[in-house]
């Protein structure tokens, strides 16, 4: 321990403030989800008759009620980041560990087996560290828009947050506290060159926007991972790299940081290979690096003989001093603790010496990874409450190395404390060897807890040796199977959270890429990138049989059908197999497959149709084709028959699909969401989108969806739904309508989401991120979303707001839309009195008209669509199709149909330009080939009609066009006297600009224009809302084209 280390007393004390610091600051965290609650106050403080130390008044740490407002809260994760640092937050109230999990930190009481998730970052954390007064811990991510925050040990209560964006671009490579000081030492993780190294306070309840001083790293340095301060001149640090070591010297009045890289021959660097750690040696204020070729490398002040001047000491400048050569194995782990160096190899062995390098003892080779992280319990004495509950929590069911019966000194051993004497034969006595026993940190991100005295290693927390590719969980024994990408399972419990089966699954190397088990709970089926699927038994993880070989490009993914009786995969060669079972037989018979798909399948569905009583095989691909297959009638030899095969998108690409009942009291539909943030609603049996509706809007749109029961599972629960939009993930609220308070997302994993599962009862969802080692276990919080909707309103509240939110012109929009719909009923009512008394309604087939009046210029084929929405409405109400459609009805039409994000000049610029094929400068396009495509692609216009659409699009617009130019035949070049003319309206069709489309058409999208606003102070505004209708209406109501070329972006 520091000289002015806290004492068990120290911590008491420390423990009576808190509750007025939480009083007097509270900092705003909207992006924590989980942080600890109040306790009381003799809980907290010790205050009792009893000793604080006694176990029935040790701080309880549970979650706050922020958790209320999360649509699905963490409640355990499994796994540890690799190679990331832990801390040992044991004290005399508590028994924890703090580690990384991606963008987590778990407070892990590791006698009681609970977890504690804060979260607070938006990207992976790579740093870890506690300062020397033991009352906060920070952590710091890497990654755009990184942060540093830094935490309460007592109650893991956040106390403040250091943005790091403006100087830190790329995020952190190692923080560090300066010493008892209130600043932290940031080292950045910037690349090429342009590290930078800055110093920041938190010793303030106000936020912290820019450090203290900051010094760019100079660049001979390379890249430098670790910063580490002096214990007692918080003015000194170094920083660590590969190839060097710099001392540094801050000073916080002048703002400054001074910079020292000692001077080291080429022949040194490759004798040392590269360095590791730096930690600081109090009592003589030496600099020790550990290195990968075995050295212990000491920095020094430099000699005063032979200086012109003596060193200063209030800078910190060192030199190379000596080096000893203390292993023949890399140096990966270097600390002290209790007056002896701790050192651990890339061989898994830790050795501890004393101060000259005199080597005092070693652990037994239990053959482990690299020690990356070592970690004592700096408080003696544990009471044997203590070691009684180490030994029920780690040694049931396994067999200690000494047996507890036969050695009695083992019974009352203090915790790893070797204070007695074994019988010896020599003749020199010697002080005995005291060490508590610790943690390891390994390169695999196993932590383990190792028992010094009998030799003995304990499994805290389990990593993997890569990272996860998928995850599924047993419906019957509700355990969970992580697959990593080298083929290792691990099986959870998830109900008491204790890993029950780790192994290999191959003998030889495969690679494996998906993971699920069958309805029944017997058999897991694993799907790998050489084309087999492998089944094993789902108790012993053991091979059944030879493994189902039919195909020869990697398994994208496995499912089953309700009753197991059916298995479909797809490849990545965009091919729909089959197999069907016959459980007396226990085989899987091969039944075809197809491949109709001409792009990568992005989903594939195996459903029971109760209502038919048959099993229904479904595939959606990028194509924007969904196939139906005929499995009655599909066989080895003619192959897995293709049913129906229908284009469900014009424009946008599909990329995931699940079944939902989007309808009260309704057969299920499939919703499928593509990349334009809109969901559809699939009618498998007629074929036809009965509902399109706006998708979350979470920065990404959604590529992931599965459908939960979180209320149960009889029948009629609700179906809730669970989605993913990139690194986020959601829960939606039934029925689907489009209303953006029912769908609720959170952060989850930083590089993006790569599978997920649910539990039996649908009340937890499992999650895994795309080349990490954790997994995260959600509770589906079901009131959360549900006060949610409420807030958000009802009717037409929620998507006034909206379109509020999404358009500057929502409410006028909807105030002139309004005023549309009165001015179409005069044509219809007689009176002014049925006018006062009449619902705002008008004609499903002038739906086009007052579209377009809003500005959104929509293709014929999702004209259909709105009026196919309008019509079917009057079935789910009252049986019959609708002929009118309601002012309410129409505004969540068109919010769920309209564009978002909406059109804008380069959008209509990239579009010309890519159908005129003009990579860059002004784009134009002649006459003739604007015609052929208007009239030939996609939404054909007839030779009849263009000539008359096309001049009312473009008005009188006149604009300057240039001839074509005339080459010299002589020289080839280009005659620079180019001619130009005036064209009018009727030359319009020879040439048109890029320029003069971009600015009609986005004039066109405008609501309302220059001139009509000039007509309302003319003519009045109802009569010139008519106008302008009328002039809508003819100018673009058989006009798809503009909907056709803006659209060419998608």
């Known amino acids: 321990m520091y000289p002015g280390d806290p004492t068990v007393e120290d911590a008491i004390e420390e423990a009576k403030d808190l509750q007025r610091r939480n009083r007097e600051s509270k900092v705003d965290f909207a992006s924590q989800s989980s942080i600890l609650e109040h306790c009381g106050e003799n809980q907290l403080t010790g205050r009792c008759d009893t000793e604080p130390t006694d176990e029935k008044h040790l701080i309880k740490q549970l979650g706050l009620n922020s958790h209320q407002y999360l649509p699905l809260v963490p409640t355990r994760v499994y796994g540890r980041s690799d190679r990331v640092p832990f801390l040992n937050l044991t004290g005399p109230l508590k028994h924890h560990i703090a580690y990384s999990a991606s963008n987590n930190i778990i407070l ?24 020397r007064r033991n009352k906060f811990f920070a952590s710091g991510d890497w990654g755009p828009r990184s942060t540093v925050i830094i935490w309460d040990i007592f109650t ?41 190294v800055s110093v920041w306070p938190y010793d303030s309840h106000r936020p912290v926007l820019e450090p203290v001083c900051q010094l ?3 660049s001979k340095l390379g890249y430098q991972h670790e910063i580490t301060f002096h214990p007692e001149k918080n003015e000194f640090f170094a920083t660590t790299g590969h190839r060097g070591v710099a001392f540094y010297t801050w000073n916080r009045m002048d703002k400054k940081i001074m910079c020292h890289v000692p001077k080291l021959p080429k022949s040194f660097l490759s004798r040392m290979k590269k360095f590791t750690h730096s930690i600081w040696s109090v009592e003589n204020g030496w600099l020790l690096t550990s290195t990968l070729a075995g050295f212990i490398v000491i920095w020094d002040v430099a000699s005063p003989i032979g200086l012109v001047e003596p060193p200063d000491p209030n800078k910190n400048i060192r030199e190379f001093k000596r080096c000893y050569k203390i292993g023949t194995t890399g140096l990966s782990s270097f600390a002290e603790h209790e007056g002896f160096y701790v050192v651990g190899d890339v061989t898994g062995v830790v050795r501890f010496y004393d101060k000259h390098f005199r080597l005092l003892r070693w652990t037994k080779n239990h053959k482990l990874p690299p020690i990356y992280c070592i970690a004592f319990n700096e408080l003696k004495n544990q009471p044997p409450d203590f070691q009684r509950a180490m030994r029920d929590r780690y040694d049931t069911g396994q067999k200690p190395h000494i047996h507890k019966e036969k050695y009695s000194h083992i019974k009352d051993y203090t915790l790893g ?36 005295a009998e030799e003995r290693l304990d499994t805290v927390v389990h990593g993997a040796n890569s990272a996860f590719i998928a995850c599924d969980v047993n419906q019957v024994s509700n355990h969970l199977a992580l697959l990593t990408y080298k083929g290792e399972i691990h099986l959870y419990d998830t109900k008491t959270h204790r890993m029950i089966h780790r192994r290999r699954l191959f003998k030889k190397p495969t690679r494996v890429c998906c993971l699920k088990f069958h309805p029944t709970g017997a058999f897991a089926f694993v799907g790998a990138l050489n084309g087999k699927i492998f089944y094993r038994r789902a108790f012993n993880w053991k091979p059944i049989d030879s493994p189902l070989d039919n195909s020869r490009s990697p398994i994208s993914s496995i499912i089953f059908s309700e009753d197991g009786l059916y298995m479909a995969y797809h490849d990545k060669s965009r091919a729909v197999g089959l197999y069907i ?9 091969f039944k075809g497959k197809q491949r109709m798909h001409c792009k990568e399948i992005v989903d594939i569905m195996l459903y029971l149709d109760r209502t038919r009583n ?14 139906e297959y005929d499995i009655p009638n599909s066989s080895l030899s003619g192959g897995l028959k293709a049913l129906t095969v229908t284009r469900i998108e014009q424009f946008s690409i599909p990329r995931a699909m699940t079944l939902a009942e989007p309808f009260p009291n309704c057969k299920p539909h499939i919703i499928i969401a593509n990349n334009n943030y809109k969901l559809s609603v699939y009618d498998p049996d007629d074929r036809l989108i009965r509902r399109t509706c706006q998708a979350p809007v979470y920065g990404t749109p959604v590529n992931k969806m599965m459908s939960i029961k979180p209320d149960g599972r009889k029948q009629g629960a609700r179906v809730f739904t669970i989605f993913v939009c990139g690194n986020k993930l959601g829960l939606a609220k039934p029925p689907i309508d489009g209303n953006p308070y029912k769908y609720m997302a959170l952060l989850s994993h930083p590089t993006g989401v790569k599978s997920t599962a649910a539990s039996f009862d649908h009340k937890c969802v499992f999650s895994i991120g795309n080349s990490e080692t954790v997994c995260i276990q959600w509770r589906t919080n079901v009131p959360a979303i549900e006060r949610g909707t409420v807030s958000g309103g009802s009717g037409l509240k929620p998507f006034l707001k909206m379109l509020d939110r999404d358009m500057p012109e929502g409410k006028s929009l909807v105030t002139e839309c309004q005023n549309c719909f009165y001015m179409l ?12 008394t009449s619902e705002l309604r008008i004609l499903v087939k002038e739906i086009p008209a007052v579209i377009r009046f809003c500005g959104y210029f929509p293709t014929e084929y999702e004209i259909d669509l ?14 019959e199709r609708n002929d009118e459609i309601t002012f309410d009805d129409f505004v969540k039409l068109f919010a769920n149909h309209r564009r978002f994000p909406q059109f804008t000049k380069a959008m209509y610029a990239n579009a010309f330009r890519k159908v005129s094929k003009h990579t860059h400068g002004d784009a134009n396009m002649r006459g003739l080939r604007f015609r052929r495509l208007l009239t030939t692609k996609g939404e054909k216009i007839s030779d009849i009609d263009l000539p008359v659409y096309l001049p009312n699009f473009f008005r009188s617009v006149i604009h300057t066009v240039y001839e074509p130019q005339i080459r010299d035949n002589k020289s080839g070049r280009k005659d620079k006297n180019m001619k130009k003319k005036k064209v009018t309206k009727k030359e319009i069709i020879d040439v048109i600009r890029g320029k003069v489309f971009m600015d009609t058409a986005y004039s066109r999208s405008v609501p309302w224009p220059m001139e009509w606003k000039h007509d309302v102070k003319a003519k009045g505004k109802m009569t010139a809302i008519l106008a302008h209708l009328a002039k809508q209406r003819v100018i673009t109501d058989n006009f798809p084209a503009l909907g056709v070329i803006t659209r060419m972006n998608d």
């Not at 003749?427 to 390994?442: H, W």
């Not at 095989?617 to 194509?623: M, Q």
């Not at 709105?866 to 049986?879: K, R, T």
Request: with cysteine; charged share 20%; net charge negative.
């Open 108 to 131: 892990f009481d590791y006698i009681k087996d609970q977890q504690i998730v804060l979260q607070g970052h938006k990207n992976k954390i790579v740093a870890l560290v506690k300062d």
């Open 581 to 589: 079972n016959f459980p007396r037989k226990s085989t899987w018979v």
């Open 866 to 879: 709105m009026i196919e929405e309008a019509e079917f409405l009057g079935v789910l109400d009252h049986g």
């Open 417 to 452: 404390m070797a204070y007695y004497h074994q019988p010896s034969e020599t003749t020199i006595e010697r002080s005995s060897f005291d060490c508590p026993d610790f943690f390891l940190g390994v390169a695999h991100g196993n932590l383990y807890y190792y028992h010094l």
């Open 825 to 836: 009923m005069l044509q219809k009512i007689s009176s002014t009195k049925e006018l006062l």
């Open 216 to 218: 760019q790293i100079p």
């Open 614 to 627: 048959q099993n229904r095989l479904f595939s959606l691909s990028a194509d924007r084709r969904i196939i």
């Open 156 to 196: 893991g209560n956040p106390y403040q947050s250091l943005p790091l964006s403006e100087v830190h671009s790329n995020g952190v490579s190692s923080i560090d506290f300066a010493g008892y000081l209130t600043f932290i030492g940031v080292l950045g993780a910037e690349k090429h060159n342009k590290q930078i």
